[in-house]
């Protein structure tokens, strides 16, 4: 069995030789070397001997030279132009300036009633509203103010207005009333009154609706008295605002 195996190992190594030369002859043959004799072929060993030296393998030279170089030109230019419209910033149109030295006046002015004592009792208002304030005249004269007697008022230059005179509860506890710029321009033509009644701007840091009604100080008493009661006869009292939850303070009455 051992035996059988021996030679059938030694009949596969002689047929990879003989495959190998053939195979040797045909490279160099395409190669065109010339073909040296075939030497002759060794003495056959057995297979259990070992060989001293192994054949070398054939050397086979191939150099072949493959120049690639390519280039690729790649130049691609994309042109963003993306412009976004920015809507135009509407300007606000301004409120009236603060300042004492503006007089442009709205159509009309408020006064706060402090005290239901100011009021009749249909609701009409008193010339008790218009308490003109002697204490003034000095202090505007010291101001470089035209002498005169003062009482407070805002000028209803916006919404805010109104709301400005209520939240003052000091003077304002009774409501608010509104007197018309022509009922201004009225008392101050009238003849009995010779040096007049103008008014003002007057803004506080903590009141920019801030104004002034002044009676002259040479104007004699009782043209100060029929003044305050032009003014009263064509106030208006205004309603009071009704809160959202339907509640809100009822309207005035007064006394007679």
Same mark, same amino acid.
């Given at each position: ?57 054939? =050397? *086979? &030279? +191939? $150099?072949? @030279? !493959?120049?690639? %170089?390519? #280039? /690729?030109?790649?130049?691609? =230019? *994309? &042109? +963003? $132009?993306? @412009? !976004?419209?920015? %809507?135009? #910033? /509407?300007?606000?149109?301004? =409120? *009236? &300036? ?8 709205? #159509? ?75 009922v201004l321009e009225y008392v101050s033509q009238l003849p009995a009154s010779p040096s007049g009644m103008f008014w ?57």
């Amino acid at each position: 069995m051992f035996s059988r195996l021996l030679s059938a190992l030694e009949s596969a190594l002689r047929a990879i030789r003989s495959a190998l030369e053939s195979a040797l002859r045909v490279m160099r043959s395409a190669l065109g070397l010339e073909a040296s004799p075939s030497p002759d072929p060794p003495a056959e060993r057995s297979p259990l001997d070992t060989p001293d030296v192994m054949p070398a393998a054939p =050397t *086979i &030279a +191939v $150099e072949p @030279t !493959i120049a690639v %170089e390519p #280039t /690729i030109a790649v130049e691609s =230019t *994309i &042109a +963003v $132009e993306s @412009t !976004i419209a920015v %809507e135009p #910033t /509407i300007a606000a149109e301004p =409120t *009236i &300036a603060a300042d004492p030295n503006d007089t442009h006046y709205p #159509t009309r002015c408020l006064r706060g009633i402090k005290t239901k004592s100011w009021l009749h009792a249909d609701n009409r208002l008193k010339s008790d509203a218009f308490p003109w304030n002697a204490k003034t005249v000095e202090k505007r004269r010291a101001d470089g103010k035209l002498p005169g007697l003062e009482v407070s008022i805002n000028w209803d230059d916006d919404d805010g207005a109104e709301a400005q005179t209520r939240a003052d509860r000091n003077n304002a506890a009774a409501g608010v009333a509104a007197i018309p710029l022509s009922v201004l321009e009225y008392v101050s033509q009238l003849p009995a009154s010779p040096s007049g009644m103008f008014w003002e701007r007057a803004p506080l840091n903590t009141n920019r609706y801030h104004g002034n009604l002044v009676c002259h100080e040479s104007t004699p008493k009782p043209c100060q008295h029929m003044a305050a009661q032009m003014l009263a006869l064509h106030a208006e009292v205004l309603p009071t605002p009704v809160e959202p939850d339907g509640t809100g303070d009822a309207p005035a009455k007064g006394e007679d």
